[in-house]
Structure formats: C-alpha cells, structure tokens
C-alpha cells in the first residue's frame, strides 16, 4: 500500500543507526535502493538510538542500553555503552520472558544473544552489528555505507530521514510504515511499530513479507 509518494529518482536514504530497530526504520531500509548511515551526527537523548520496544505478557516494555554521559555534543561513534550496568542480563531475560514461547524464537535467539550479551564498547558497534544480523534473518542484503562528514542540508536524490522517527509519534505518522497485523505473542490488540525482533520471532521467514505490505512511501 502507498500513502506518500517519493519522486521516482529518489534512490538513497539517509538515516542514523536504531538499537533493535522498530518497523518503520527497517520498512524504510527496503524501500531504497542505496542507504547511508550517518556517522558524524552527535548523539541525541531519549531516541531510538539506544531503545527498542518489545510486547510482553503485561505490557509494552522498553529496552534502553545505558550509555556513559551521552550528551547532544558527543559524537555518535564515540558514545560509550555502560557496561557498569547489567543492562544484558536484563534484556535478554526480558526477550526470553516476552518471546520464549514464540515460534521462532529458539531459531533467531542464537544469533541475537551472543551479541547482546557481549561487553561491546560503542553503541554505534553494537547498532551496525545487530542491524546486520536482523537483515541477515529477513534475508535482505541492502547496501549500506557509512558517512563521511555530517551534512547539515542535502542536496541531491538523498531521502534525509534523520533523527525523523520516534517513539512517540501516532501511527498516522510513521514515515514509511503502516499497520499490517500479523499474530503476536500476547494480547488479542495487535501492536503495531513494534522492533523488527517481534515480527522476526513471531513471523520467521513470513517476515519480510509482513514487511513489504507495510510499506508505504514518503515525500521529503
């Protein structure tokens, strides 16, 4: 379905990195052809950088990696993760509790768990790998690279997505998702905008195609 349309010449996306991506991010990824991940950008409080959302048996929980003295001045690829905290420990036994029954989760735990519960150093690290492995699990290769120096205004056939999704918009403004219901773990109200690790477990290889009839298409 299509809500937005781009102009036909628009190819590349431009966009920073998500922890555990929602669905409007990964929609996104495959709707372009070529994607660029900001790399010089400076890091940015209460987003999706160091979030996700997953359901559980009693609510929507929250999974926030800590990060040592985060600031708006800091840049992105020099933001340290806090490992002082058990912050692993407690999103995996989240992630087990919330979709240890699900279908697929004993197929797509093994290759999540070893990275979430490694000591990574940099957010941004943690963010590339565990993107790639979830685009690895929909059986996507998309062609990302990284940037070089931060451009404050584009120029070009360049989507600029940057820091254009949050948790707190309604669902009439996602940019590039909408609802496509498919079963969850719990509840009997489907939650949309959830992380790409909730359909992955819930959908296996459906996935990606849960995730193509969520498409829709955005203007700049």
Request: hydrophobic share 20%; net charge positive; glycine share 0%.
């Given at each position: 379905m299509e809500k937005y349309q781009t102009g036909a010449d628009v190819h590349e996306l431009l966009i920073e990195l998500h922890y555990l991506p929602s669905l409007d991010y990964m929609a996104g990824l495959l709707r372009f052809d070529r994607v660029r991940i900001e790399a010089k950008e400076h890091y940015q409080k209460q987003s999706?950088?160091?979030?996700?959302?997953?359901?559980?048996?009693?609510?929507?929980?929250c999974l926030t990696v800590p990060v040592q003295d985060g600031t708006h001045k800091q840049p992105i690829r020099d933001v340290r993760i806090d490992n002082r905290q058990a912050w692993q420990d407690r999103h995996w036994r989240c992630l087990s509790a919330a979709y240890g029954k699900a279908p697929f989760f004993e197929y797509y735990a093994p290759y999540l768990e070893p990275v979430i519960r490694k000591q990574a150093d940099f957010l941004f690290d943690l963010n590339l790998e565990l993107l790639t492995i979830c685009l690895h699990l929909l059986g996507q290769r998309v062609d990302l690279s990284l940037t070089d120096w931060y451009e404050k205004e584009l120029f070009g056939k360049v989507f600029d997505a940057r820091s254009r999704l949050n948790a707190r918009q309604r669902e009439s403004d996602y940019l590039f998702y909408q609802s496509w219901p498919y079963t969850q773990n719990f509840g009997n109200v489907f939650v949309p905008n959830l992380s790409i690790i909730d359909l992955l477990f819930c959908q296996g290889p459906t996935a990606l195609d849960v995730l193509k009839k969520s498409q829709i298409r955005v203007v700049s």
């Open positions: 999706y950088r160091n979030r996700c959302y997953v359901l559980t048996s009693n609510k929507v929980d």
